[in-house]
């Protein structure tokens, strides 16, 4: 298995807004469920937003309302747009393909590192 790629993070001011990206080569990207999650420094990988190969999403409470997943599937990408960024949201973001629980499809990735800054 390859891992994802993923791409866009930075440095944005509290309240300010990014968007990551993922992406993977494989030929059933647009059948798989992708998640994006978020590992905090010191935490554990969390996963924070879903979508399914049909385009249902769903989000940890921490980010609802302020975070939202798409797809391109012609583009073999998963989006994330975050808005409203709190500090808390600092931290490395990594895509992958859940299996249930913890459990994921594909190594992980480097990640891309997000930094809100006040």
């Known amino acids: 298995q390859v891992p994802f790629v993923e791409s866009g993070g930075g440095l944005a001011q509290a309240g300010g807004s990014l968007r990551l990206s993922c992406s993977h080569s494989g030929s059933t990207f647009s059948t798989q469920n992708i998640a994006w999650y978020h590992r905090s420094p010191g935490n554990e990988r969390e996963r924070v937003a879903e979508i399914s190969s049909t385009g249902n999403t769903n989000y940890a409470d921490s980010v609802k309302g302020r975070f939202t997943i798409s797809r391109d599937n012609a583009r073999k990408t998963v989006y994330l747009q975050m808005n409203a960024l709190k500090l808390e949201d600092t931290g490395v973001y990594y895509c992958?393909?859940?299996?249930?629980?913890?459990?994921?499809?594909?190594?992980w990735g480097r990640g891309t590192q997000v930094t809100v800054s006040s």
């Open positions: 992958n393909r859940p299996l249930g629980g913890t459990i994921v499809s594909n190594p």
